[in-house]
């Protein structure tokens, strides 16, 4: 199997030299230039993630899609994820669309409920409808991607009788479902004949294994089309364990509190961080070698087809990231190759 490799960001606001927060203009400005550097050093996708709060700069992931369309040559572009409940699948359809057209066949779509609820009270849903808003406007979407006429009615959104929505695309529109862990999630994406996107951001890899063996049992059992299994997980590299270590961990640190507040978690410490990049944990940080090694063992583990490293976590600088990015296209993902071979 040929294993693509990924670079995920929500955007979030990063500081200067000074240790001042950046603008969301220039933090989205910075964004792009990370993803040139990525697509000049051979990364295969890149992922932006959609939010509504005050850590992240990128609210409109497509908008910044299309900039980086503009900036790129071969680079895959997607979301990570767009938060489908509290969208209309017609316009999502719509604008990716648009963008597949923009950058010449190189759009993709991770679809997904949503792990911040912010975007429900700003569009006026109601967070009692989680699970029905994303099972309904999920089915719409597939019916959607065969690009013909839809006739189709739920509770959520108006009736469609007929309707055709353009532009269409010239080669269809690569579709993954983000999955935190819920089987009922799994079996859903296999029903609807969907690549399943993990996003493992905690304990090891090892644990989703199940999951992975219920998609292939239930693509078997929906007949439906079965795709290769992605993994989304966070990560920093840098030359020497010790440099990506420090380097990272005030990152982590401030996120995990900050979102551990409203949450309930415990304080975050030092101590779980580096349990975290180690074996037993889902942060991919440290050398290239030690990065390299720890992903080949998850592509082994789960049987994966595609990569995706959360590179920007916290307040980690703009320097730092296209460093990261710049040792993962020139030195993990060739090692990791090499590992595989």
Known sequence: MDIEFGLDTFGDITRDADGQLLTAA?????????????????????GVGEHHRTEFAVSAPEMVLAAIASKTQRIRLGTAVTVLSSDDPVRVFERFATLDAVSSGRAEVVLGRGSFIESFPLFGFDLRDYEALFEEKLELFVELLKEQPVIWSG???????????????????????????????????????LGLMLAIIGGP???????????????????????????????????????????????????????????????YSRARFQNDVGEAGAIYSGSPERVAEKIAGTIRTLGIGRFDLKYATGTLGHDQMMRSIELYGTEVIPRVRELLA
């Open 155 to 193: 509770t959520m959104r108006p009736s469609l009788e007929g309707a055709d929505v353009f532009p269409k695309t010239e080669n269809g529109l690569r579709t993954w479902v983000g999955v935190g862990g819920s089987p009922e999630s799994v079996v859903r994406v296999a029903r609807h004949g």
């Open 205 to 267: 890899a090892a644990r989703f294994k199940p999951f992975v063996d219920l998609y292939h049992r239930s693509v078997t059992t929906f007949g439906t089309t079965e795709h290769p299994i992605a993994v989304h997980s966070p990560g920093h590299i840098a030359a020497t364990d010790e440099e990506a270590w420090e380097a990272a961990y005030p990152g982590f640190e401030s996120m995990n509190n900050t979102i551990g507040k409203e949450r309930g978690w415990p304080p």
């Open 26 to 46: 220039q933090t989205i400005r910075n964004i792009v230039a990370q993803a040139e550097l990525a697509d000049s050093v051979g990364v295969d996708f890149f």
